[in-house]
Nanobody, 127 residues
Framework: QVQLVESGGGLVQAGGSLRLSCAASGRTFSTYTMGWFRQAPGKEREFVAA??????????YYADSVKGRFTISRDNAKNTVYLQMNSLKPEDTAVYSC??????????????????WGQGTQVTVSS
């Protein structure tokens, strides 16, 4: 069982930056594939970024809408995954949630591939 707690959300002006953190419980964090998803009001949850587990060479994946602006990283010693968000746009406004599942999960883009979810943190980008 893994518990995930996000932090770092807030209100920022367009063009600004935020860094989200997701702290995970447990001793085997490095064996988990980690993902970030977001859900805006009235819309379905969508994939943002993901990072492979330890033996996948830390492969990273991004949605086209955030590629070049967002960066996912992880610190296995701190059981934490980060999402650095730069050049934020109003359309990035959403609740951001981190997700996890152990080992290789196949396609990282689908919510159903993740067993564990955090409660989410609100990101609001003003124009």
């Amino acid at each position: 069982q893994v518990q995930l707690v996000e932090s770092g959300g807030g209100l920022v002006q367009a063009g600004g930056s935020l860094r989200l953190s997701c702290a995970a419980s447990g001793r085997t964090f490095s064996t988990y594939t980690m993902g970030w998803f977001r859900q805006a009001p009235g819309k379905e949850r969508e994939f943002v970024a993901a990072m492979g587990f330890r033996w996948s060479n830390g492969s990273t994946y991004y949605a086209d809408s955030v590629k070049g602006r967002f960066t996912i990283s992880r610190d296995n010693a701190k059981n934490t995954v980060y999402l650095q968000m730069n050049s934020l746009k109003p359309e990035d406004t959403a609740v951001y949630s981190c997700a996890a599942n152990q080992g290789y999960i196949g396609s990282v883009y689908y919510t159903a591939r993740y067993d564990y979810w955090g409660q989410g943190t609100q990101v609001t980008v003003s124009s």
